[in-house]
């Protein structure tokens, strides 16, 4: 039925909802561009800032961008790109993917998406499938032999680029998980560091997005349509121990809202003295002539918290106090 043979009053009706309709989509990719500006200032901000505190890249500096073809990577590269017009120093971009020659593997995605950047890039292609298919027994997680495989293959050609710098994509909850794992698997306290030396002790291997939460590069991921190529050697493996951790601190996202942040300021705010490392700290030698070292006893006094991370003596009706009962439950549990 066509418009014109409605009742007056309902084609009224019809010409506003349409109008409505192309008013909304007119308005989407204004509401999408604002998002994206945005979510692309504040992951520049963390980037930025990272580089800064960790002295991640210098005057001169050519860094080799490692790229997997997740989100993670991609966003990695675009702000590196931002940052590189915009930074104070001069510094150079090279994007490298490493083409394992999983069955399926879309080759031609990364080419044609780094050539339309006109980002200087390389594709190392190397069959490492084959290798850790025929070396670790079925139903056994791949990741341990895959990423030593990849290590030693990146280290190369960053050897042969001359790469200063080797960037990898992981973010803050990548370094908790990490934390978490060693923890509970390991016998750790220990995590992935924004700033190291290669297992090789050639390169210096830094993580921009150190300071980046993932569900904000899942965001930007999505808004800058990234063209995603999934891990079909890995992302397989839901039983895996880190995908376990990452639900369990989802979890505690949702209910516990700050409980992530909180854990990675304590990862940024380490006291020695206060832990049980006789190699850190010489517990030995302390004697009644030492003083007081960072508090003393009243470390453990009830302390408050303020919004599940930062601490504070100011606010006092804002402050959540954990009642002293709680904290020795906490203590005690074996």
Known sequence: ????????????????TNTNTNTAKKKAPQIKNVQL????????????KAIAQYNMIEDGDKIMVCMSGGKDSYAMLS????????????????AVNLDQKQPGFPEHILPEYLESLGVE???????????????????????????RLRRALLYKAAKAEGATKIALGHH????????????????????????????????VVIRPLAFCKESELIQYAA????????????????????????????????????????????????????????????FKN????SGVINGGDTAFD?????????????????????PTENILDIVEIK
């Not at 702000?79 to 971009?93: R, T, V, W, Y």
């Not at 390389?122 to 341990?144: A, H, L």
């Not at 302390?286 to 002539?289: E, G, H, K, L, Y």
Request: with cysteine; charged share 25%.
């Open 172 to 203: 803050r909850d990548d370094m908790i998980e990490t934390l978490m794992l060693n923890m509970f698997y390991g016998g750790k306290l220990k995590a992935m560091p924004a700033k190291l030396v290669s297992d090789n002790g050639e390169h």
């Open 223 to 282: 808004l800058k349509n990234f063209p995603i190529i999934p891990c079909n050697l890995c992302g397989s493996q839901p039983n895996m121990q880190r995908q376990n951790i990452k639900k369990m601190l989802n979890e505690w996202e949702v209910n516990f809202p700050g409980r992530i942040e909180s854990m990675f300021t304590a990862m940024k705010n380490v006291v020695p003295s206060h832990l049980c490392d006789g190699e850190l700290f010489d």
């Open 286 to 289: 302390i004697d009644s002539n």
């Open 121 to 147: 890039y390389r594709i190392v292609e190397e069959d490492t499938y084959s290798i850790v298919k025929e070396k670790v027994p079925e139903g056994k997680t791949t990741c341990s032999l895959c990423s």
């Open 1 to 16: 039925m066509s418009t014109a043979s409605l009742p007056h009053s309902q084609q009224k009706q019809t010409t506003k």
């Open 37 to 48: 500006t945005k979510l692309e200032k504040k992951l520049r901000h963390n980037v930025g």
């Open 302 to 322: 009830q302390e408050p918290f303020v919004n599940g991370s930062e601490q504070s003596t100011e606010g006092l009706s804002e402050v959540v106090k954990f």
């Open 79 to 94: 702000i590196l790109m931002i940052l590189k017009e915009l930074a104070p120093i001069k510094f150079d971009l090279i």
